[in-house]
């Protein structure tokens, strides 16, 4: 059974510094790992999306970053700013399409 | 945007009641997830639909159930509701086999 785990489970920073969030999984079969964002209240938007063949994937100031044989994934966030406050979640897909995420990272970052 | 429309965005229902909430695929999904998330949780998934039938279930008692229709848009029903239930209830869709999800912003649900 897949457990994802996500550390720190909150984080606060002041704008501008670089930033990394961590994810861990237990079951290395996985077909790909998911990024997501959540506003308060809101749905997921997916950011970012590593397929279990690649090591990383980048867009704008993320990069994510896939090691399928220690079960770690990690989010860096360059130069942070004051709306990339949000939960981050992440996910990996096993058989049958099924996510399973981690309990996610609140993130703050100070004006 | 995603596409993906839930309703209602939110309810308050008396525990032993039942709810039906609704998702709207975004066009040309063939697969619909739901999605518990408890508040400070992250999403636990319910069940899959691809083309009307379930396509997978996760570790949730048979009082949630679903349908998908024609068109793709997909119901969640819960009976017997308890407090636990209260939740944000998210809808995703997909093409099958294919990687890109789009959720919706989900129903908010609280059970007194």
């Known amino acids: 059974k897949q457990e994802v785990t996500q550390i720190p489970a909150a984080l606060s920073v002041p704008e501008g510094e670089n930033l990394v969030l961590n994810c861990s999984f237990t079951?290395?079969?996985?077909?790909?790992l998911q990024w997501f964002r959540q506003d308060p209240g809101k749905g997921l938007t997916s950011l970012l999306l590593i397929q279990s063949s690649q090591r990383e994937q980048t867009s704008g100031r993320l990069n994510a970053s896939l090691d399928k044989s220690s079960g770690r994934s990690t989010l860096y966030i360059a130069a942070s700013q004051p709306g990339d406050s949000a939960t981050y979640l992440c996910?990996?897909?096993?058989?049958?399409?099924?996510?399973?995420f981690g309990t996610g990272t609140r993130l703050a970052v100070r004006p | 945007e995603t596409g993906v429309t839930q309703s209602p965005t939110h309810l308050i229902k008396t525990r032993g009641q039942q709810v039906t909430l609704r998702c709207s695929s975004q066009s040309g999904h063939n697969t619909v997830s739901w999605y518990q998330q408890a508040l400070g949780q992250g999403p636990q998934f319910i069940f899959q639909?691809?083309?009307?039938?379930?396509?997978g279930r996760g570790n949730f008692p048979p009082r949630f159930s679903g349908l998908q229709f024609p068109n793709y848009s997909s119901e969640l029903n819960v009976n017997a509701l308890e407090l636990d239930d209260s939740a944000l209830y998210l809808c995703?869709?997909?093409?099958?086999?294919?990687?890109?999800?789009?959720f919706g912003e989900g129903s908010w649900l609280t059970v007194v």
């Open positions: 995703a869709s997909s093409l099958q086999g294919r990687d890109t999800i789009y």
């Open positions: 079951d290395s079969a996985i077909y790909n």
């Open positions: 639909y691809y083309r009307e039938e379930e396509n």
């Open positions: 996910a990996g897909k096993s058989s049958g399409d099924k996510l399973t």
